[in-house]
């Protein structure tokens, strides 16, 4: 345990204490004398955001229900803390027992973004954990990571011990169950991931090599261990009735990013977006049987006294049964003032019965995301939604009485013009328009459009895996082209930082020689960089330099088909040849239909059973 006296001494000094104490309701303190295995949840942003993560509540809740298991949770400290603790000499702790993280078994980092990667650096640095792990002896703990940027592991394949590609539940318990045996039989760390490699899903870098060509590209990984898979195959969960989902949630003292109960409906998309690496990871789709999901929202309701459920998913309003869904929640809680909201509302399955379902307690803001301006570059994308969903989805909300609505899209997607970026500004007019057109009596509230435009990213395991991303430049010449073409107060326009959406671009199809550029930028002081306040790129062109490694390689390049990708030796069930063939559909603006409505052969119901594929 830390010294208590300095870290009271700390929190006095600090701008949000509440970050660092714990204590909160629903919150699991165990004696750590008492269990066998000590394992830290490691989010690498600060508590608001790690807090708002389904992925931390189902794993600690999990964990801390077996008896001989203790999970504590671990977030970056913001500057200001990180400043006191380093000056007092107090090592990263957890929340819980204000344990120093280099005294747990395991310290398991979630992998939601990849520009928190200098801060899963950080966090070892202040935890006193060697950052690399052929540095690390007996004494320190096992270091794994997960979530979806563990679809490409390898540009922090040299921090990692282990990681755990797919879905977390079943695996994690796997591995816990194997380090109690290890522990007993007194083995190295060399024999525990030996065995670990064996489970599915599991991943031990320092057990491949990788051979390169003369341009850089990768020519082939060697696994070093005999009996260890070349393949690595994702884990999926088969039947989300019968999976573990906590029934109470840590309520924090602050607030958070999200403020509710996120409760989650289904797993994985059929929709086919070709820009959405969640969309194919995540495959195939599994829903949560409406019985289950009132009695794990009566649980929750009553163990947290949060005021919305938020019911989550990739694509909430493809639930098969979200009307009736709706309805019932509705019924049970309307006159305790619980409110039913849906993250994001696709255009095509937009109803104005679920609206009015959910205005019986309270209106916020409805968000949809058209992506692209034009229905030229939408069927690019596989979208699948037309300008008259749009126009249909915004007179009901006009109608039900809405009044701020917010549009998503993504500049520099493949094959992209300034016809279809100058299409982002139509839209937000139309929309505009329309509430004009109404009869001034049958207004309601203050008109507020919001038009939001991301950089769009090449992602691994989505048929735009091969593409090139556009050029700083490029994108910044896109931005103020609409920026300077929207001339209406009523339409705010928000756009992202190109120069952060390159970096991201490098990191998510990098290869493991980008390790040495990661660990050169954090010691030039980056951290946080997914915050713009804080995200330096000077200092990372440095890095880059220094290291001698070329971003663009990485970020502009656009991949040959029949060339070895870093993260070829995932399994993710969906296959590269499906991907291709997308790709191809892409560049001749063909559409593929969502798979409820048929198979497109994917390949996921050959590889993984369960969900819609049975």
Known sequence: MIDIKKFNKVLKRVEKPARYIGLEKNSIKKNLEDVKVKFAFAFPDIYE??????????????????????????????????????????????????????????VGFTLQYEMSYTNIINMLHLGEIPILSKDRSMEDPFIIAGGPCAYNPEPIADII?????????????????????FKELKGSRQDFLREVSKIQGVYVPSFYQIHYNEDGTINEMVPLVEGIPKIIKKRIIKDLDQVYFPEKLIVPYIETVHDRIPLEIFRGCTRGCRFCQAGMIYRPVREKSIPKLLELANKLVNN??????????????????????VSKLMDEYEEDKVGISLPSLRLDSFSLDILKEIEKVRKT???????AGSQRLRDVINKGVTEEDLTKAVSYAFNEGWSTIKLYFMVGLPTETDDDILGIKDL??????????????????????????????????????WVSQDSIDEFNRKIYLLKDSIKDRKITFNYHDPKLSYLEAVLARGDRRLC????RAWEKGCKFDGWSEKFDYDIWMEAFSETEIE??????????IDEVLPWDFIDSGVSKKYLIREYERAKSQELTRDCRLGCTGCGINKSFSGGVCN
Not at 304 to 324: A, M, R, V
Not at 551 to 560: Q, V, W
Request: glycine share 6%; charged share 25%; proline share 5%.
């Open 49 to 106: 955001v790690g807090m708002s993560h389904l992925g931390l509540h189902i794993l600690y809740n999990l964990l801390n229900n077996q008896e001989d298991i203790a999970c504590e949770r671990v977030f970056a400290p913001w500057i200001d803390m990180e400043q006191e603790i380093v000056e007092e000499g107090i090592p990263l702790f957890s929340l819980e027992n204000k344990e120093p993280i280099k005294n747990f078994d395991f």
């Open 161 to 181: 011990d282990f990681f755990v590609i797919g879905e977390g539940e079943e695996v994690t318990l796997e591995v816990l169950k194997a380090y109690k045996i």
């Open 304 to 325: 947290t006294g949060y005021e919305n459920i938020s019911l989550t998913s990739l694509s909430s309003c493809d639930y098969s049964q979200l009307q009736l869904l």
């Open 365 to 371: 803001g409805l968000t949809f995301a058209p992506e």
């Open 428 to 465: 937000g007019y139309k929309v505009k328009d329309m509430f004009f057109n109404q009869p001034k009596d049958e207004r309601k509230g203050n008109l507020k459009i919001t038009l939001s435009a991301s950089c769009f990213v090449p992602k691994p395991f989505t048929p735009f895996q």
């Open 516 to 519: 040495k550029t990661l660990i």
């Open 551 to 560: 971003g663009d390689f990485y970020a502009l390049r656009e991949r040959r």
